[in-house]
């Protein structure tokens, strides 16, 4: 499902993208930054988004209603599957509550290129963490349609790895990540050597 | 400019946006190709982009209206964004008819990260050229707002580079882009290191 089979895409390391969903203040940001520090000091390509800078820049134009998060989400996933075509290891953490979204961004890259991770954590903890002050605000009536409060999350079927931050350390966490991906780019590099 | 000035973003490679603009049929893409390809066995991390593709994905939901138009390229220009930020050296192929868009997508990345190379060719070529018979359209009213038919193409005023393909062969064309490319990413890097 390339977008542009050129040459030199064929060519290119696979790339992959690792979608960390969850409530917001259950660590996917935190859990991503660290991957991201292991990942580069490997010296492997890797980048890394998140609603917070989709909204300065591409997604400035969005609200918040049910139609402007879809559209932020729309938007990352199609980002996503260019950075992974790019040959990237792309770390993508958005609440993304709909289990539709998310399945939307896995059908934008080849089979194979896209690992879920279920950042769980309760909404009780969440609340309690609140490291933006938006569950205050959303639970004042400040911010509709605020994930958790009131819009649903639902939480991922099948995800390929579910990580518990009130159970494990970040470090831990980003250890597990860092193992799935290594394993997962082992495969997806086999099958392009064999393809190739 | 960093829109994540974590501490990975800072110790990367510099990125950098080429952005190609020109009539349709100029010839953008055609050496964008070209230097990609010899940027790529060079094994310096490189990504094209252009209208075509991401209107098949990011912006698969505009239109071609003025306003269609415009949105394509700030969305354009924003992805542009994020490849410079990962270090990668973005080959941008659009149009782009106007100054103020042009302006806009460079004032995204940090100065010296933006070459502006005006892919050069008469409106009488790209006419008779009219690789996807659009001018052809254009010409029987089939598509409004047409570059060089019913919308203007605001030449650059000081771009870094022009090419002109009725005069160069693409080979040349490619191999002049590269030499501005390495001398540019040559600054890039001891701006960088003096920094850090």
Redesign the interface.
């Known amino acids: 499902m390339l977008?542009?089979p050129?040459?030199?895409n064929q060519?290119?390391q696979p790339g992959l993208v690792v979608w960390l969903t969850g409530l917001s203040g259950s660590g996917k940001t935190t859990i991503a930054?660290e991957v991201?520090?292991r990942l580069?000091v490997r010296q492997i390509?890797?980048?890394?988004?998140d609603g917070d800078?989709l909204r300065?820049?591409?997604n400035a134009?969005l609200g918040f209603s049910p139609a402007g998060r879809k559209?932020n989400i729309r938007?990352a996933a199609?980002?996503a599957?260019?950075?992974e075509?790019?040959g990237?290891i792309l770390l993508a953490s958005f609440i993304s509550p709909q289990r539709s979204m998310r399945e939307f961004a896995r059908s934008?890259v080849p089979e194979g290129a896209f690992i879920e991770v279920y950042v769980q954590a309760s909404l009780e903890t969440c609340i309690q963490r609140d490291p933006k002050g938006n569950y205050q605000r959303a639970l004042a009536g400040k911010i509709p349609n605020y994930t958790g409060i009131d819009q649903e999350y639902e939480e991922p079927v099948n995800p390929e790895l579910v990580l518990n931050t009130e159970k494990l350390p970040i470090s831990a966490c980003a250890a597990r990540l860092v193992d799935e991906i290594d394993n997962r780019m082992t495969v997806l590099k086999q099958r392009k050597n064999e393809e190739g």
Chains 1, 2 share one sequence.
């Open positions: 977008i542009d050129s040459l030199s060519k290119r930054i991201e520090k580069f390509p890797v980048y890394r988004l800078v300065q820049g591409l134009d559209e938007r199609e980002v599957r260019l950075f075509n790019a990237l934008l």
